[in-house]
T-cell receptor
Framework: GESVGLHLPTLSVQEGDNSIINCAYS??????FIWYKQESGKGPQFIID?????DKRQGQRVTVLLNKTVKHLSLQIAATQPGDSAVYFC?????????????FGKGTKLSVKP | KAGVTQTPRYLIKTRGQQVTLSCSPI?????VSWYQQTPGQGLQFLFE???????NKGNFPGRFSGRQFSNSRSEMNVSTLELGDSALYLC???????????????FGPGTRLTVL
């Protein structure tokens, strides 16, 4: 079925390095793509989103890239900090008129080494 | 502004029982969604409510149901609990939800349900 998946289940980086988390999606009709961060014992926290008519969007220390040709989404975290250690999920929303129907990927666990 | 709150935070039930989980959205938010999170299946959409109406439903059996009240608070119910229903149940709220524009979803901390 249609789903959002992730290439790597775990990622370990050195503090201060840049991190890149990847995601593949299969539904060309999805309108929004979102990255969430989930720390242990907490609910997912919104990081950044990008609409399907965009290729790139930047936030504070984060950049999301969308490549519709190969149906690929990535999250880049600049100068990764220990506080960035968490599980990162990509998600897609097929219907902008329905907020809740998000399809999530399996998640990538990011570990930051001091 | 207070975040999304969910009660209870932890719950232990036995097979065959039923359970009701509660979610209070951020003040002013009208859309409430529920998700189930398990290690095997990840985060899966259960249903979404807007203005007391179920607007969307995921692929879960009829044992899973929900409702939304006039103050936007929402409850979900699981009847005839099975071992596989053990999961973290997450509630998320968003401001509006119409007009083709996606609004950020704010998640609560979840309710950890264990079925024995």
């Amino acid at each position: 079925g249609e789903s959002v998946g992730l290439h790597l289940p775990t990622l370990s980086v050195q503090e201060g390095d840049n991190s890149i988390i990847n995601c593949a999606y299969s539904n060309s009709a999805s309108d929004y793509f979102i990255w969430y961060k989930q720390e242990s014992g907490k609910g997912p926290q919104f990081i950044i989103d990008i609409r399907s008519n965009m290729d790139k969007r930047q936030g504070q220390r984060v950049t999301v890239l969308l490549n519709k040709t190969v149906k690929h989404l990535s999250l880049q975290i600049a100068a990764t900090q220990p506080g960035d250690s968490a599980v990162y999920f990509c998600a897609e929303n097929k219907d902008g008129g329905s907020q809740g129907n998000l399809i999530f990927g399996k998640g990538t666990k990011l570990s930051v080494k001091p | 502004k207070a975040g999304v709150t969910q009660t209870p935070r932890y719950l232990i039930k036995t097979r065959g029982q039923q359970v009701t989980l509660s979610c209070s959205p951020i003040s002013g938010h009208r859309s409430v969604s529920w998700y189930q999170q398990t290690p095997g299946q990840g985060l899966q959409f259960l249903f979404e409510y807007f203005s007391e109406t179920q607007r969307n439903k995921g692929n879960f059996p009829g044992r899973f149901s929900g409702r939304q009240f006039s103050n936007s608070r929402s409850e979900m119910n699981v009847s005839t609990l099975e071992l596989g229903d053990s999961a973290l149940y997450l509630c998320a709220s968003s401001l509006e939800g119409r007009g083709g524009q996606w609004d950020e979803q704010f998640f609560g901390p979840g309710t950890r349900l264990t079925v024995l």
